[in-house]
């Protein structure tokens, strides 16, 4: 059976189309493989070293927050982020280099306290979706309870904001034996019990 003109252009067209979805893919995941404070670090080496023109500048104060926010990129930032990546690799690769050594995220223990800061950290960052952060928020008011399940979703959500630069510091509000000596109100803000 032979194919017509027609069917092998629109095979054609369904390949470049795959193509170019892989490519988008890939210059998506080589963006976001690099943390926000990276971004800022590439733009102020820019800014000092002139390698980068001000159009580009922008474009790494863009992709950080876009990163920072988990909001997708558009195709000419994926375009511009990727050629910035090319020339600091060209020009200063310890750049790049110097996010490998970066300490790796610390596992922690899900606990009430650590879902309390994480849903007042977040509501002023903004990184999890709105359910997810109703589901901590809830968590740490103590409307769910802290059941497997839960904790393990928790953890979730807890990898999400630390990759986005939540760091976790003991409450003065949780005494040696682990015994909450403040609750959590339902706006998350510290009160005596």
Known sequence: MKTSPKQSKKELAAIEEAAVLAKQKEDKRRLKSYAPDTWKKI?????????????????????????????????FELANGVKVLDIVAEHAPELLVLVEKQPKIVKLEVTIDV???????????????????????????GKKPLSEQNKKIAGWNLE???????LYKPSPNVDIINNPVKKITPVGIPQLA
């Not at 580009?56 to 558009?74: A, H, M, P, V």
């Not at 879902?115 to 008011?141: C, G, H």
């Open 43 to 75: 733009e102020s080496w820019g800014r000092e070293s002139g390698n980068l023109s001000q159009h580009l500048q922008g474009y790494c104060f863009t992709i950080s927050g876009r990163i920072r926010k988990n909001i997708e990129f558009e195709g």
């Open 160 to 166: 999400i904001v630390q990759k986005c630069g939540f």
């Open 115 to 141: 879902i309390a800061q994480v849903v007042l950290w977040d509501r002023k960052n903004k990184i999890l979706k709105p359910i997810s952060y109703t589901f901590m928020a809830e968590l740490a008011t």
